[in-house]
């Protein structure tokens, strides 16, 4: 069933890069790199693949329609999986159960992490099995290894919750979505660059549900731009001339952002990371990740900067 005509997700608002912002920033996790994935040849699966996979047997030929859009209409829960591990299996055999169980309430997809590596780096998967789940496009959940089936119950009935009443079900919609006054209020004043307002609003909006995607992405977005036009240019100079101050090196860094400088704000704060120890060292990684997520994923940057945060850690 073609499912590209469908609506996007009500996230994708805010999820699009803003002029204030600069193009290089996507909002909160977008996984749109694979949204015009490679042709593939014959049925797309690729070579080496195999019917023990569980669910949809996902690659970059059909990651879009299989994930993403199908994400929309129902939570999505991705199995990254080799077949050289007989954990994948017995996870794969029960995600199976759960599923059939279900309904048709979330949808399973499976990678095969030997046959669609570049799948399994957009995931920053490391380690097999890797399970996430998605809605309206975006990760809400994820955990690595074995699970007894009983706690596998647990996850999967805290992720229908958690998306309750906020796709548009197995069965899609054309119609108009209709969006709560409260958010539309919020976007509109984003639209306006009323920063403060949009954020205060958001945040309302994270007060009534936690889980909000929208909010949660548009409250790291704003508070980063909020933060970063705050320094003047004169930063930069600041910090290299005050190698070991943190403050001052994470004002550079978001200077750095907001001028487009990704790979130079990572590599400051790596290179502060081999430098500091304990507290300090965990106060810096932390700002790193949090600028990690304010892009895709799949950024070249953010894979290189993480690939080097790891280095710099171990």
């Not at 080799?82 to 169980?101: F, H, K, N, T, Y």
């Not at 780096?121 to 789940?133: D, L, N, R, S």
């Not at 548009?168 to 709560?180: H, K, L, M, Q, R």
């Not at 909000?212 to 933060?227: P, S, Y």
Request: proline residues 6%; charged residues 25%.
């Amino acid at each position: 069933m073609k499912r590209g005509r469908r609506r996007r997700a009500k996230l994708d608002h805010v999820s699009r890069p803003r002029p204030t912002i600069g193009p290089a920033l996507s909002g909160a996790v977008d996984l749109s790199a694979l949204r015009q994935p490679p042709p593939a040849s014959g049925d797309g699966r690729g070579a080496g693949s195999t019917s023990a996979a569980a669910g949809v047997e996902v690659n970059e030929a059909n990651f879009e329609d299989e994930v993403l859009l199908r994400s929309n209409q129902v939570p999505v829960v991705v199995l990254l999986w080799s077949p050289r591990s007989e954990v994948c299996l017995q996870l794969a055999d029960i995600l199976s159960g759960l599923a059939a169980a279900d309904t048709g309430k979330w949808a399973l997809a499976s990678v095969n992490v030997d046959v669609s590596p570049r799948v399994a780096q957009i995931f920053g998967v490391e380690v097999v099995p890797t399970v996430v789940a998605l809605a309206a496009g975006q990760p809400l959940s994820s955990f690595q290894g074995a699970q007894p089936p009983e706690q596998l119950r647990r996850w999967i009935d805290s992720l229908l919750s958690a998306t309750a009443g906020k796709l548009s079900g197995a069965t899609g919609s054309d119609e108009p979505e209709e969006v709560d006054p409260a958010l539309a209020q919020a976007r509109q004043q984003l639209e306006d660059n009323d920063l403060g307002a949009a954020l205060d609003s958001y945040r309302a909006i994270l007060d009534d549900d936690p889980n909000h995607v929208e909010a949660k992405g548009a409250v790291r977005q704003i508070t980063f731009l909020m933060r970063a036009t705050a320094h003047g240019p004169e930063a930069i100079a600041i910090a290299d001339a005050a190698p070991t101050d943190i403050e001052a090196a994470f004002a550079a860094a978001d200077v750095q952002l907001l001028s487009q400088d990704v790979t130079g704000a990572f590599d400051r704060l790596v290179g502060l990371v081999r430098r500091t120890s304990g507290d300090e060292r965990t106060s810096v990684r932390t700002r790193l990740i949090e600028l990690f997520d304010l892009f895709d994923p799949a950024d070249p940057d953010v894979i290189a900067g993480r690939r080097n945060l790891a280095n710099a850690l171990y």
